[in-house]
T-cell receptor, first 116, second 111 residues
């Protein structure tokens, strides 16, 4: 079974702090994703990576950056956390035969981040 | 207007009832996903389909490409089916890695 793990289930940070959210998958998937989920808005893509050191902006990249130094690990970074970044953050991974993945995405358990 | 619309937003049923959740989309797609999210956050992929019908246990998913519509059916519903069900589509053109999500349907099944 695919396993996608996230470093924390719950996280509380203060405005202005630098925040790291880590995601690890154990199935050698090429593609990894970071989403945020907010009530009434559904899941929105923040960033996507289709290979080591490769990344693409999603729908809402502002205020976030990402890092993918190893295939199994995809990090989401909030350079200076703000209260409007309080949300549920979900990581996902999928395999592909190239740059455009066609297979299903496997999700991590989510990190509920609160920024005070 | 969201490209993916789900109905109903909320659904309450009694144990044993047959349940249908609908998903309509407005773009050309290469695949449609049905996902399940239990309280606490974790999301599980139920189905990925591009045509026809798929069945897994008590769950059935259908898609009509011409009408741009999909349905998720649950037969003999059970309280453990209570969850948010999310429809997501992968666009057929351009950056087709991207999934566009519906806002979800909250299903509550009472014993």
């Amino acid at each position: 079974d695919v396993k996608v793990t996230q470093s924390s289930r719950y996280l509380v940070k203060r405005t202005g702090e630098k925040v790291f959210l880590e995601c690890v998958q154990d199935m050698d998937h090429e593609n990894m994703f970071w989403y945020r989920q907010d009530p009434g808005l559904g899941l929105r893509l923040i960033y996507f990576s289709y290979d080591v050191k490769m990344k693409e902006k999603g729908d809402i990249p502002e205020g976030y950056s990402v890092s993918r130094e190893k295939k199994e690990r995809f990090s989401l970074i909030l350079e200076s956390a703000s209260t409007n970044q309080t949300s549920m953050y979900l990581c996902a991974s999928s395999s592909s035969s190239g740059r455009y993945p066609n297979n299903e995405q496997f999700f991590g358990p989510g990190t509920r981040l609160t920024v005070l | 207007k969201n490209e993916v619309e789900q109905s109903p937003q909320n659904l309450t049923a009694q144990e044993g009832e047959f349940i249908t959740i609908n998903c309509s989309y407005s773009v050309g797609i290469s695949a449609l996903h049905w996902l399940q999210q239990h309280p606490g956050g974790g999301i599980v992929s139920l189905f990925m389909l591009s045509s026809g019908k798929k069945k897994h246990g008590r769950l059935i998913a259908t898609i009509n490409i011409q009408e741009k519509h999909s349905s998720l059916h649950i037969t003999a519903s059970h309280p453990r089916d209570s969850a948010v069900y999310i429809c997501a589509v992968r666009n057929s053109g351009g950056s087709n890695y991207k999934l566009t999500f519906g806002k979800g349907t909250l299903l509550t099944v009472n014993p």
